[in-house]
């Protein structure tokens, strides 16, 4: 038996009953769908998603975004806060619409999360070539502007023919389901063939259920691995977002319990444990804790678990300094578990946990690290508490909050359950060392990307997939005047974010990072230009409150601490987004992780700031290893 629909259609129907399915527990696949429609897919997806919603509000419900990067964010941050069990589909007209969706393809790709794009595309009749908005390659006649999703797409194809939809269906689901190849999935939609009608079989609009794995450890390499652990007298887990992604933080805690090897987190593996747990010792890497960092300076064996091992968390391959180091690595992709020359546990992080945990049986480290890593963490705590609640000595000029005193307010007011969303600037890196993380899923830091404008879209992401969380949405302004439109979107959907917009007239992290590299904090503050041509004049008079404000958005301006606190109640007790808009001091920043981060300065200058940079510079290369020690054999 056949049905005839249109291409788009049947597109539709299909992703409306799809779903996946792990450890016996099932859930549909595609949430819905998030879209801007333009001429490219208004009478295609656009009139398949109509139908659809008059038929069935709940087969795939529709989300009209403001901007077509933005949704890709908030679908991403849904997956993610989903396990990855889940995801939406993205609809963008032909041409600028479409590409829009690359950078938010690139960042799911990049964090390993899947999302479904649907970028419109040209005419695949070519009747009217060019058309409106068409790129014209002089080389070729099948390209176009789509064709820049190949590379940061983990499976990429265009839809010319109806007969090829059904194939390019069963792929696109299978890579968005698989824990080791899912990312960005693109396919590409002509707009001719969107309304095309042809004859589907009935059985491509059957439900079906897609199971996602989780790949058992080989028995040998766990051998391997157990000896290796034995062997190590100053062990250290490197937690990453594949803790989470497995489920994993249990599994971990028992793991780390009854072994005592203390755990550091990458920003994606941050909340692997509470922060108070006694093998907690925080943030590793560029933007560690000195507890952390002074733990992996010395580690003979490096455990990551569901890692990437960005530079951040390598601190560029400087943060694991004994000469002998080796690297266990349990991920479910054989491309990460190999780096370093690591020992690869090529399984499900859960599994492998549960395998090691039970071949190592009462084997644990001696009482002397656990005491040292625990004095290391309490030290830090202490840290911690004076950047949140600084002397009169350390405070801001002017009466003003520091950065870490609003981190602070906001992590001791929230609730356990509560999440922090970021992304980009001076916030993500103060964030990942002084952040007290209560909850697996309290913290929700892009970084693998760390994209400007992600935090309200992601924001509303992280809300679509824990309606009972209230989302604490903490954004600079630089950020924030990149991509605000979706709070829009938070007002239509009734979506409530809670968003903490920190005024610093600028870029305050790379400011920072231009004068710790002698280029003087140039370009990086909201100036006038002056006179004489710089931009050193007074600070812009942007009103960012006015501009929440005029999405329909209650914003509560705070000065002190006090009032800090009371918006926080007050923005807890609210239904619907609302913002606290507070100005810190851009010159005061978190304390120091005891670490570094390779960012090349000019190796030749006038400047006497950028040549003292460049040595420095080259003092902290002599740090970087290759981490080539071989796991087994003769060292």
Avoid at 543 to 565: M, P, Q, Y
């Amino acid at each position: 038996m056949t049905v005839r629909l249109t291409v788009a259609q049947a597109l539709v129907r299909f992703l409306s009953v799809q779903y996946s399915e792990r450890d016996g527990v099932r859930q549909r696949l595609i949430a819905g769908s998030l879209g801007i429609f333009g001429h490219g897919n208004v009478a295609g997806v656009g009139q398949a998603l109509l139908q659809s919603e008059l038929e069935d509000p709940e087969a795939l419900p529709y989300i009209l975004s403001r901007n077509e990067q933005a949704m890709v964010h908030t679908a991403t941050a849904f997956a993610r806060t989903r396990d990855r069990l889940q995801t939406y589909a993205c609809t963008a007209s032909v041409g600028p619409g479409s590409t829009n969706m690359v950078t938010g393809a690139a960042l799911a790709t990049i964090n390993r999360l899947p999302v479904l794009l649907l970028p419109s595309d040209v005419f695949a009749t070519r009747v009217a070539t060019p058309v409106l908005q068409e790129l014209e390659s002089f080389a070729a006649g099948d390209v176009s502007v789509n064709d820049a999703f190949r590379p940061v797409s983990k499976y990429f194809d265009r839809i010319w023919r109806p007969e090829q939809l059904p194939s390019a269906l069963m792929n696109a689901m299978r890579v968005l389901t698989d824990p080791v190849e899912t990312g960005a999935v693109t396919l590409a939609l002509p707009q001719d063939v969107q309304a095309e009608a042809y004859d589907w079989p009935d059985e491509l609009f059957a439900e079906r259920t897609w199971y996602v794995a989780r790949p058992l450890p080989e028995a040998s390499i766990v051998d391997k691995a157990v000896d290796l652990l034995r062997s190590a007298r100053r062990p250290l887990i490197v937690a990453g977002g594949g803790v989470h992604y497995s489920g994993a933080e249990d599994a971990l805690r028992e793991f780390a319990e009854r072994t005592g090897i203390p755990v550091s987190e990458t920003q994606a593996g941050k909340g692997s444990l509470s922060y108070d747990h006694p093998q907690s010792v925080g943030a590793v890497g560029s933007t560690g804790t000195t507890a952390a960092n002074a733990l992996a300076r010395d580690a003979d064996v490096v455990i990551g678990i569901g890692t990437r091992y960005s530079d951040f968390t390598s601190a560029s391959r400087t943060a694991f300094q004994n000469p002998q180091v080796k690297f266990l690595n349990i991920n479910v992709a054989r491309f990460d578990s190999t780096k370093h020359a690591g020992l690869p546990v090529v399984a499900d992080a859960r599994e492998a946990l549960v395998s090691l945990g039970s071949a190592l049986g009462e084997w644990s480290v001696d009482a002397k690290y656990t005491a040292e890593s625990q004095e290391l963490t309490r030290n830090w705590n202490g840290t911690v508490d004076a950047v949140f609640r600084p002397s009169a000595d350390r405070s801001a000029a002017e009466g003003l909050l520091t950065q870490g005193e609003v981190i602070g307010t906001v992590n001791e007011l929230s609730a356990a359950s509560d999440v922090v969303v970021c992304a980009a600037g001076s916030m993500p890196g103060d964030l990942h060392k002084l952040w007290r993380t209560r909850d697996p899923k309290g913290y929700h830091v892009e970084y693998g990307y760390s994209c400007m404008g992600y935090e309200i879209a992601g924001g509303l992401g992280v809300r679509l997939g824990a309606p009972d969380r209230d989302v604490f949405v903490l954004v600079g302004d630089g950020s924030y005047l990149m991509m605000s439109s979706e709070l829009a979107t938070a007002v239509q959907e009734n979506l409530k974010i809670i968003v903490v917009l920190v005024q610093n007239h600028g870029f305050a992290s790379i400011g920072a990072l231009s004068e710790s590299l002698g280029s003087q904090r140039f370009g990086t503050a909201y100036r006038k230009r002056t006179g004489d041509g710089r931009l050193d004049g007074d600070y812009l008079p942007v009103d960012l409150a006015a501009n929440v404000r005029s999405f329909g958005v209650d914003v509560i301006d705070v000065r002190s601490r006090t009032e800090l606190e009371e918006a926080i109640r007050t923005a807890k007790a609210a239904t619907g987004p609302i913002a606290i808009h507070v100005t810190t001091d851009p010159l005061i920043g978190a304390p120091d992780s005891d670490s570094w981060w390779d960012v090349p300065v000019s190796q030749v200058s006038e400047l006497q700031t950028t040549q003292a940079a460049a040595a420095s510079y080259e003092e902290s290369k002599k740090a970087q290893r290759p981490y080539l020690a071989p796991t087994e054999g003769e060292s």
